[in-house]
């Protein structure tokens, strides 16, 4: 009994430290559900595997006890979705529901009793979200993603205003919309800076172009 107290704490723990990552980041999903998650999977795991002992050898009793964690990455799977937002055609949350989704597992193996599995895998989570991360944005440094809302007219001004401050456009993709009846676009770029150039002069610059509506901005 001692032991399978020790497999969910041990759940909560590696659990936790992938939530408190996803915390930190201000994601969707942090701390207490990735807590929740690793927990609620070893616990459904360690029923599937040790709570029908007493009517397995049974005549005419015929169960496949695996089959109970087996539903924990399909029922995890929608927990995921729910972290997933859909925001002027950006996906966003994919990485958070992933990591419930390896979260779950990490639960699954502790449950299961496999330890040292459990451990690495949290370690190699940890790696990709964090050292992946700052990686990454080492190889993009001075990229920008702009989402604008902007009027007909304005398109062309745009491009003008992040080439005056020293940016180049490396994604174009606009698409028409009502605002209110009146015609508008909505532009998605992705823009490299140059050495000399600023994020912040860009965003001011567009900002104060003729018949832009809107401007949200995100730094990689």
Wanted: proline share 0%; glycine share 12%.
């Amino acid at each position: 009994m001692y032991n399978m107290f020790l497999r969910l704490l041990v759940a909560g723990i590696l659990a936790g430290l992938i939530g408190i990552e996803r915390e930190l980041r201000s994601k969707e999903a942090g701390l207490r559900t990735h807590f929740l998650v690793g927990i609620g999977s070893a616990l459904i795991t360690i029923v599937s595997k040790y709570g029908f002992y007493d009517i397995l050898g049974l005549d005419g009793i015929g169960l496949d006890p695996s089959r109970i964690a087996a539903q924990i990455v399909s029922g995890v799977g929608f927990l995921g979705a729910g972290t997933i937002i859909l925001q002027k055609q950006a996906v966003k949350g994919l990485t958070t529901a992933a990591g419930i989704w390896a979260t779950s597992g990490i639960g699954i193996a502790v449950g299961a009793g496999l330890y040292e599995i459990s451990i690495f895998s949290t370690v190699l989570v940890l790696v990709g979200l964090e050292i992946l991360q700052k990686s990454l944005k080492t190889i993009l440094r001075g990229q920008v993603d702009m989402v604008i809302d902007i009027l007909k007219e304005s398109k062309g001004d745009i491009i003008k205003s992040i080439e005056e401050c020293k940016g180049n456009v490396i994604y174009y993709k606009s698409r028409k919309s009502r605002n209110n009846g009146e015609e508008t676009y909505t532009v998605e770029l992705k823009v490299r800076l140059k050495k000399e150039g600023k994020a912040l002069d860009i965003i001011r610059k567009i900002e104060d172009t003729d018949g832009v509506i809107s401007v949200e901005v995100e730094n990689i």
